[in-house]
Structure formats: structure tokens, C-alpha cells
């Protein structure tokens, strides 16, 4: 594992001291030796990173190197004479490598459609029979403690994460892991659209910073007095109209600091990163004219077809800290959040 700059700093320093000749060097914080030890432990520590990283894509078959071949796949280059399946993949220095021969830079990263990709491993028994004891058969026949390897791949369209296309994308890239892979390996490959996230929150704001419209309070509160895990409730408000402009920054109406600061978050969870509940209200909490976010309900799940009715029962996850999206990431397009602005006048109340 790569050392720190700071590591790196202090071994160098320690072992200045053992050099009489260096003794009478200023002590100076701003002194230029201590400039140079910088630059140096800098250089290092971006060639150790480098070597770091080296080491863990270069050993092959592990789950690092199957996330490096997926992240080097070519998609569209001419057929190779050798290839029935559409990858122009060639037999060289003893590996597979793709035949990029005349082919220009903008082109070469153009076929590479893989933009993110997350890979896991998962015993073949937690996938047969989730939560069962393991039986005596499967241990005897896989001596190996025999996995399945989970690949999920996506790419970004129009600036935002997407699936890759199915079935031509998809079904090229499965050829070329089955050809680059391990014999007998078990490899499990999705691409799917992003999960569905519903969010409601209860956000006491500066109503200095950010806009309410007056009239709008009262749904607010009476909204948040509700008790929100009660079904049989009738909301009165089902058809009430609110202002569009409310939870924007007075001096800004374009900007809205709650829905843009979640947002900004979720589309800064790396993919197949954990959605925390914990972090996404810090991130609120930090927007201009936050005063108290709360974070009351949070319903996800995988996304339907098209064609698909859409299901009406989306899982409450709110008991749940954290969780990692089905597909890897979530669908901005149908984000769902709500929000119930309140103004923060606690100081007020005390007198």
C-alpha cells in the first residue's frame, strides 16, 4: 500500500539526522530544503500510487483485474477474421488483446463503452439457496468454495450513468468475458436502468435565506403533524396547489439549496456505492439556509420495462442506515423528492 506524502516526509527527515554534514540547515519552516523534501516525498508518493495500482490489476483473474477488462472493452471495432461474434479480439503476447491497428485516438475511446463497473464475488450456495444452511453436497462438490463472479457494467449518455444498450452492447460484451475468463468460471453480467428512489423530507429553513410562500405554511405543518406511517390518513391536501417557487433562495430563484444539495449527492455516490441515510443529511444540512433536515421516509427499488405497469408499492427502506442500488446507481430522471419546508423560528418561540 502507497505511504502517505506525510509518511514519506518523515522517513526522509529521519534520515537526514543521520548525516552530520546537514546538521546546520535552518530549521526554518519556510527554509528551501524543506521545499525540496516536499517535492520529492510527492514524486515518490505519486510513483508508489502508480506501482499500487499496477500491482492490483496486474495479477490476473482477480476481481481488480475481470473490473480492468471490462473498463478496456471495445465495442464496434471491425470484425477480426478469427472473431464470430463482433469483437475484433486478436491472440498476442500471450493474451487477448483488441486490435486497435489504424484506428485514432477519439476512436479507441470512443468503442470503449464501459464507463463504470463493479465487480463482487458471492459463494454459489448464498446464490442457490439465500439464507439456508449450507449442504453437505455442495461442499463436497465444490472443493474450491466454488463462486459466482457479479459484474455490473454501465456506461453515461447524455452526461448521465445509463445502462448499455440491450441486447448488442450487452450481448458483445458477455462473448468477450467468456472468452477472456478463467474455464469453468461461473459470470454473472447485468446492465440495468437505475433504481428507483422516492425521498421525503422535513426541512426547517432560514426564512430570510429561502422562500416560502406564506399561504403554503400551514399544508407545511399540518403535513409534518401527520402521523406519515399511518395508511389510513386522507391527506385533505391531496389537490392543494403549492407554490413552485417555494424552498428557492430569495435572492436567487433559480436555485433551490435542498433538492439541488441531494441531488448533487446522489450523483456523487460512486457506482455501486452505498446510499447512507446519514450522509445524504449531512449534505442537506450543509445547503445555504438550512437550518434542521430531517430525513422521514426513503422508498427504492429496481426499475421496471417500459411496458411494465408501474408497481405502486415501492419498499420502505427508511428503517435501513444504508443500502447499495440494484443496478449500481440510481435513475435521476425518476428521483421523486418531497419536501416539507418550515420555517425556522425557534428562537422566536422561546419568548
Not at 3 to 10: D, F, H, M, P
Not at 66 to 82: K, S, T, V
Not at 224 to 233: A, C, E, L, M, V
Not at 280 to 289: E, M, N, Y
Request: with cysteine; net charge negative.
Amino acid at each position: 500500500m502507497a505511504r502517505t506524502i506525510a509518511e514519506i516526509q518523515k522517513e526522509i527527515l529521519y534520515e537526514k539526522e543521520n548525516y552530520s554534514s546537514l546538521a546546520k540547515l535552518t530549521e526554518s519552516k519556510t527554509a528551501i530544503w524543506r521545499l525540496w523534501i516536499n517535492i520529492m516525498a510527492t514524486a515518490i508518493w505519486i510513483h508508489e500510487k502508480i506501482v499500487e495500482k499496477n500491482a492490483l490489476v496486474s495479477r490476473p483473474h482477480t476481481l481488480n483485474w475481470y473490473r480492468e477488462q471490462a473498463l478496456n472493452f471495445h465495442y464496434g471495432i471491425p470484425l477480426d477474421p478469427d472473431s464470430s461474434n463482433e469483437i475484433s479480439l486478436i491472440w498476442e503476447n500471450g493474451s487477448y488483446q483488441f486490435d486497435t491497428t489504424g484506428l485514432t485516438e477519439s476512436e479507441i475511446e470512443e468503442s470503449k463503452i464501459i464507463k463504470h463497473c463493479a465487480v463482487s464475488e458471492i459463494d454459489l450456495e448464498t446464490v442457490l439457496k439465500p439464507g439456508s444452511k449450507i449442504e453437505e453436497i455442495f461442499s463436497d462438490y465444490f472443493h474450491n468454495k466454488v463462486g459466482v463472479v457479479f459484474i455490473k457494467v454501465a456506461t453515461v449518455k447524455d452526461k448521465k450513468i445509463s445502462r448499455i444498450d440491450v441486447p448488442n452492447e450487452l450481448f458483445a460484451f458477455k462473448e468477450y468475458i467468456a472468452k477472456i475468463k478463467d474455464a469453468g468460471n461461473q459470470v454473472y453480467i447485468s446492465s440495468d436502468q437505475g433504481d428507483i428512489l422516492k425521498l421525503s423530507l422535513n426541512v426547517y429553513i432560514d426564512p430570510l435565506s429561502i422562500y416560502i410562500n406564506p399561504k403554503d405554511i400551514e399544508y407545511y405543518q399540518s403535513r409534518i403533524s401527520n402521523d406519515s406511517t399511518n395508511q389510513n390518513i386522507v391527506s385533505p391536501f391531496a389537490t392543494y396547489q403549492l407554490d413552485p417557487l417555494n424552498g428557492s433562495l430569495i435572492s436567487n430563484n433559480d436555485a433551490f439549496p435542498v433538492l439541488d444539495a441531494i441531488k448533487d449527492h446522489l450523483k456523487n455516490i460512486e457506482f455501486n456505492g452505498a446510499f447512507v441515510k446519514t450522509y445524504l443529511v449531512d449534505a442537506v444540512q450543509k445547503a445555504q439556509g438550512v437550518k434542521i433536515p430531517i430525513l422521514t421516509k426513503v422508498q427504492t427499488g429496481p426499475a421496471t420495462n417500459p411496458s411494465d405497469q408501474p408497481d405502486p408499492s415501492l419498499p420502505d427502506v427508511t428503517r435501513i442506515e444504508y443500502f447499495i442500488p440494484k443496478a449500481g446507481y440510481f435513475d435521476m430522471d425518476t428521483l421523486e423528492i418531497e419536501v416539507n419546508y418550515i420555517p425556522y423560528t425557534f428562537y422566536r418561540d422561546k419568548q
